[in-house]
């Protein structure tokens, strides 16, 4: 990485962009190369750590969403010195759960939490890897709350703001970092 070039553009440089994925007229945003290159990996790691080391945000635990925000998700608790919870889809939870369900473009979707994941007061970050709808991080952080859980900030990779989910989700009060903005679909 070259002093000049910052953060975010290193990151953009390495994200993967592949057309008509899932769908036509999809630019889907990949971001497993993030994960495939142990430099690129770390900086991108360490540009969540080092915004939540600090006491004003500075979280009790990380709170992933399924699938891709666990791989990030622990890390950052790992580095952090937190605890991880997973929020997960419907089902995959052998535990006593809630459950909170979105509407998605086509149908909905229901995500869970064990009830013991938080406790009342704790402060968490809540991760993912993209912010599309907002939809998932949205129902997150409403099984958060419903566990007394504050939700501190919402966090990704990759924000695609012309799909609205980012503005909704600031407009709901929930604070957002993202390190990657795309315009476009």
Not at 21 to 26: C, E, K
């Amino acid at each position: 990485m070259h002093t000049s070039t910052s953060v975010n553009d290193y990151l953009r440089d390495h994200i993967r962009t592949v057309p008509n994925w899932p769908a036509p007229g999809v630019q889907f945003r990949d971001i497993t190369p993030l994960l495939q290159d142990p430099k690129v990996f770390r900086v991108m790691t360490d540009a969540f750590v080092h915004r939540y080391m600090g006491r004003d945000l500075r979280p009790d635990v990380v709170a992933g969403l399924d699938a891709r925000g666990f791989i990030l998700g622990a890390v950052i608790a790992h580095e952090l010195n937190v605890g991880f919870v997973p929020i997960r889809k419907k089902g995959k939870l052998p535990f006593t759960t809630i459950e909170e369900t979105y509407e998605l473009e086509y149908g909905s979707a229901t995500v869970e939490l064990h009830t013991d994941a938080v406790k009342p007061g704790d402060r968490v970050l809540l991760i993912d890897d993209l912010i599309a709808t907002g939809g998932t991080m949205m129902a997150g952080k409403k099984l958060l709350e419903k566990l007394g859980a504050t939700v501190v900030e919402g966090a990704a990779i990759v924000d695609l703001p012309e799909l609205g989910g980012s503005r909704h989700l600031k407009d709901s009060g929930l604070p957002l970092f993202t390190l990657v903005d795309f315009a476009g679909h």
